[in-house]
């Protein structure tokens, strides 16, 4: 082949290549197809013949490799290089004032501008493009670290794999829902019995099913779709300064985005978009589970700041969850892993927003007697937030001739310890915390959870098998296990022992907030342990601390407190932790741990405000150098306030401060102390 040839064929195949882009954007992003599928077969099968025919001229960026080209680094691990973080719920109007009402406090501002958008119920995605092509596909997995999926990603066909723009950053990542349609669903179930295959209950069951194929070509033959919703990273240009400029700039991307999403003023116009769209839940081809609020400027989300694993400026609203009649088959009750008695009733299966259920939680002895539930009752269940089962009602007109009143257990019917009631409370709980198995257990498998020590493998099964063979009795004992121990369990091979023994192992080197977490204290969740990770930097001064010390720390009250002082003062407890640090168990800080000597950090117990906006640094830039220093770092002034840090256009906290008689420190004087007492420090 000549190079004049070479060139005309290369030209040929860019035209076919652009052409084909420009059907699939009009086809699958704007619903508004140019041309017939066969005049689409036509152009798509000359490109592929070409491609064949000159495979120099091949590309990953052909609308071809569509078709599924297998992907050497499918499901390994992806590091995020910004967290995808999860968002918090709210479930009524009221819940949504309260949410607006404390953004309207972090930000000093009466009138919030948010960007409404409806909540796809998919699988969350970033994808990666650099130089304008498409080079990484990943989930979410635990938010930190997900899977890479490139090769099923470059297989749906509205996620672009060249952007549409002459002007494309350098390195852009975008985050997105990947979802199949509601008719897409019943198109695949169709094609799936007639192949005498599975079926899928749920679109969200079946987009998850078909993104996490090892086999790219199934991939490419299920009905997947995307919408995108946000830009994380943008380099080489400007990063927008609003949702409402990154919505518009996927679309000129060429990204698929919610022709639903809107720019509003105040909680009052979200509720009215949420009722709409609430309205034309059953008329939208895919499945919505709620509406998102998103404080619209970047500049007030970096003031209203972030908790552990979500942003403090944005919220789901959920849409009611969906009902439907069943009746109770039994009435039993489960121990958790703090001995909480919880009553479960056993249900003829039914579904329920489009999972088959079959147990349903009655959540307390409070609960059962104010429904009135006994087996053989027909009951209206629910799934709460979309997610936990529950039975809302009996059906009054089906009462007549009934069983008998479920009795709540006085003992536990797994260790026959006695059964008693919190003070004060609605929880019933056995008291036989060192002896009962099933706390035992409870509190292995939540040891073991990604959350906490992360161990892969250990899940319910093995931990009912070490803890009944009496191999492990608690959760120290992990790390005595043998390999040989592991190997003689019920369906555990060789390599499934390894496995186990790597990841219990690998655990070892955690970080203090995880570590933390795992170890079970009442009241302490994730957001609690990095709070106390933060403050105090390792774990002997985490168990020093009296209940008057751990009241210091941000978002930890009495009860908390006293909760943690209490923990560690017991010698059972002690001793299992003793026992941890001896067999291995070392903490290393990680990014969300900012390590501070508390005894002499430079600005131990002190709280500062920050109001209006930093020139020379980020809010959230200037509350983590804060608390480096041992701040504490809260969102309104009170007569307890050291210092308030006054930028440009600060609010009425500025004001509330001089009434106070407050110290007030200008940008500049706070830089000049952030320097002095960092030096100092170091």
């Known amino acids: 082949m000549s190079s004049s040839d070479g060139g005309q064929v290369q030209e040929r195949i860019e035209s076919l290549r652009e052409q084909l882009n420009q059907h699939n954007h009009s086809y699958f992003v704007l619903d508004d197809p140019q041309i017939s599928d066969h005049q689409y077969d036509q152009i798509f099968r000359e490109l592929l013949e070409l491609e064949e025919q000159y495979p120099q001229f091949q590309s990953d960026s052909s609308p071809t490799r569509r078709v599924g080209a297998k992907s050497d680094s ?5 590091r995020h290089a910004v967290p995808m973080l999860s968002l918090n719920n709210v479930f009524s109007s009221s819940e949504a004032g309260e949410f607006d009402r404390r953004i309207r406090d972090l930000i000093d501002v009466e009138l919030v501008e948010y960007f409404v958008e409806p909540k796809i119920d998919g699988l969350a995605v970033s994808v990666i493009y650099e130089h304008g092509r498409l080079s990484l596909g990943s989930t979410r997995g635990d938010g930190e670290s997900g899977e890479n999926v490139t090769g099923n990603v470059r297989t749906i066909r509205s996620i672009p794999l060249i952007l549409r723009t002459e002007t494309f950053p350098s390195l852009l990542e975008v985050r997105g829902e990947v979802y199949m349609s509601r008719s897409g669903l ?4 169709e094609r799936q019995k007639e192949l005498g295959e599975k079926t899928y209950m749920n679109p969200r069951n079946a987009a998850a099913g078909s993104l996490r194929q090892i086999d790219p070509k199934i991939t490419s033959r299920r009905p997947l779709d995307a919408m995108f919703y946000s830009i994380v990273r943008c380099e080489d240009q400007p990063m927008p300064k609003s949702q409402f400029e990154q919505f518009k700039r996927l679309s000129e991307y060429g990204f698929k985005v919610s022709s639903e999403s809107v720019l509003v003023s105040g909680i009052d116009a979200c509720l009215d978009v949420r009722e709409k769209l609430l309205g034309k839940r059953d008329e939208l081809d895919y499945e919505i589970d709620g509406v998102v609020y998103k404080v619209n400027q970047v500049e007030h989300q970096e003031q209203a700041g972030y908790v552990t694993r979500a942003p403090r400026w944005a919220v789901a609203h959920k849409f009611p969850a969906q009902e439907t009649t069943t009746v109770v088959l039994g009435i039993d009750v489960q ?14 299966p039914v579904e329920v927003a489009g999972v088959m259920v079959s147990n349903a939680t009655l959540h307390n002895e409070d609960e059962i007697k104010r429904l009135d539930v006994r087996v053989g009752d027909s009951v209206v269940v629910r799934r709460a937030g979309d997610v936990i089962p529950e039975v809302v009602s009996v059906l009054t ?3 007549k001739d009934r069983g008998a009143e479920f ?10 310890s006695e059964v008693v009631r919190d003070a004060g409370a609605s929880v019933n709980r056995c008291t ?3 002896i009962c198995t099933a706390q035992i257990k409870r509190g292995i498998e939540y040891f073991a959870s990604r959350s906490a020590m992360d161990i892969e493998g250990l899940g319910t099964g093995i931990v009912e098998q070490l803890v009944n063979s009496s191999l492990v009795q608690n959760v120290a004992d992990i790390y005595r296990l043998t390999e040989k121990q592991i190997i ?17 192992e690998k655990s070892k080197q955690t970080t203090l907030a995880k570590f933390l977490v795992a170890l079970g204290i009442p009241h302490v969740g994730e957001s609690t342990a990095v709070s106390l990770a933060r403050r105090f930097g390792n774990l002997d001064a985490v168990r020093s601390a009296d209940a008057e010390v751990l009241e210091g720390v941000p978002d930890i009250g009495p009860i908390v407190a006293k909760s943690i002082s209490d923990f560690f003062r017991h010698e059972h407890n002690q001793n299992i932790v003793n026992q941890l640090v001896e067999l291995g168990v070392q903490f290393a800080p990680s990014e969300t741990d900012v390590v501070t000597d508390a005894k002499d950090a430079p600005f131990r117990d002190k709280k500062f405000v920050l109001t209006g906006t930093l020139i020379s640094m980020g809010r959230s830039e200037a509350k983590k150098r804060l608390e480096r ?4 770092v809260v969102s309104s002034v009170s007569k307890n306030t050291d210092f308030v840090v006054q930028g440009e256009n600060p609010g009425s906290k500025a004001d509330k401060a001089r009434a106070l008689d407050i110290e007030i420190l200008m940008e500049a004087e706070f830089q000049n102390l952030l320097s002095d007492m960092e030096q100092a420090d170091n």
């Open 488 to 504: 003689e369990l019920e369906r555990m091979g060789d390599k499934s022992a390894r496995n186990l023994m790597s990841a219990i």
């Open 407 to 416: 009795r709540f257990p006085s003992q536990c019917p797994v260790c026959g």
């Open 186 to 189: 019943h198109e695949l179930n």
């Open 335 to 348: 121990i958790g892993r703090t001995g909480a008695v919880s009553p479960i009733a056993r249900l003829q």
């Open 74 to 78: 499918s499901f390994a691990e992806v």
């Open 432 to 434: 036989g915390t060192l």
């Open 629 to 632: 220093l041992g701040a504490n």
């Open 397 to 399: 007109q089906q009462k």
